[in-house]
């Protein structure tokens, strides 16, 4: 599959520009998990559509340089559906495989409206893990959400709000997918840090449902 062609060097919208200005600097990064954090971070605030990813990927293959192949080997790794195709296409994704660990919920959602889940991720031999606020008074949309290197602090952490308990993998990503896509559906008033990891989030669901 292939991205609708435009003319070779066609400009950017401005928010597609501003992508590729916060990207600058991936050609000097090497950890998988902060490339995914500026390209994601990159995007904020926009609502990235299948036509914003297309301009963007046809834009950096049609110029090559140092910084549209970093960027696109990041896309190719972190987008979903068919924008992680079109950029798959041009470039191999950067590496190494994200592989799916452990999940474990706080659950408050009785006495105070909210749960936490803690999902476990490796790249090779590196651990981390996101955590994400789920609002269940607000429809069960995500209000909160990072990532973290230290996966035991985080849980010792948030073991003092309540028990942890570990669940399958496949059901805490079923609840994530449902907590963004309310998300996406309503106009709930999120931290920043929700907006930042997004596609670290989608990148993640997607992999959990194979």
């Not at 971070?41 to 299948?50: H, Q």
């Amino acid at each position: 599959m292939t991205v609708v062609h435009r003319p070779q060097g066609t400009r950017l919208t401005p928010a597609q520009r501003a992508v590729v200005r916060r990207c600058r600097d991936l050609p000097d990064l090497v950890d998988p998990l902060e490339l995914e954090l500026v390209v994601s971070g990159a995007v904020a605030d926009a609502r990235p559509d299948e036509e914003f990813w297309a301009g963007l990927i046809e834009h950096a293959v049609s110029l090559p340089s140092r910084h549209n192949h970093a960027l696109l080997r990041v896309l190719a790794a972190l987008l979903t559906g068919r924008p992680r195709e079109w950029a798959a296409n041009a470039v191999p994704p950067v590496g190494p495989a994200l592989e799916v660990g452990d999940a474990w919920v706080c659950d408050r959602s009785v006495d105070a409206g909210y749960l936490i889940l803690t999902c476990a991720y490796r790249f090779a031999q590196d651990a981390h893990a996101m955590v994400f606020l789920i609002d269940e008074l607000a429809g069960g949309v995500v209000r909160q959400a990072f990532a973290t290197r230290d996966v035991d602090t985080a849980r010792r952490r948030l073991a003092r709000h309540a028990p942890l308990t570990l669940i399958a993998a496949d059901a805490a990503h079923w609840l994530l997918a449902k907590s963004y896509d309310r998300l996406d559906r309503s106009a709930v008033d999120v931290a920043g840090d929700v907006r930042r990891t997004r596609l670290l989030a989608r990148r993640r669901i997607a992999l959990a449902f194979g």
